[in-house]
Nanobody
């Protein structure tokens, strides 16, 4: 069974930094891409950043220039370095992985439980 475990969330003042981590474990044949999404109260889940196994990254407009996503393929881990945090970054951050559990199964979408990030003004 595949598990995604996030860590690194917390409370930070505006202008501060946090680093999120997400480790994928379990039955994994290959990971195509990983990413971070977030959901604030009363809002829909939105893209923060994604990265492919080859290192191609994509960012949501609201975080470009402030957040950096990276991936350690050997550790099946994705990181999100968040700098210059703003109160509007407050949300639950969810890790996502697009992976195959076996060579003959399709690529599936997997999610972590989420980690709370709160930015105070």
């Amino acid at each position: 069974q595949v598990q995604l475990v996030e860590s690194g969330g917390g409370l930070v003042q505006a202008g501060g930094s946090l680093r999120l981590s997400c480790v994928v474990s379990g039955s994994i044949f290959s990971i195509n891409a990983m990413g971070w999404f977030r959901q604030a109260p009363g809002k829909e889940r939105e893209l923060v950043a994604t990265i492919t196994r080859g290192g191609s990254a994509n960012y949501g407009d609201s975080v470009k220039g402030r957040f950096t996503i990276s991936m350690d393929n050997a550790k099946n881990t994705v990181y999100l370095q968040m700098n210059s945090l703003k109160p509007e970054d407050t949300a639950v951050y969810y890790c996502n992985a697009k992976l195959k559990e076996r060579y003959n199964t399709p690529v599936g979408d997997y999610w972590g439980q989420g980690t709370q990030v709160t930015v105070s003004s």
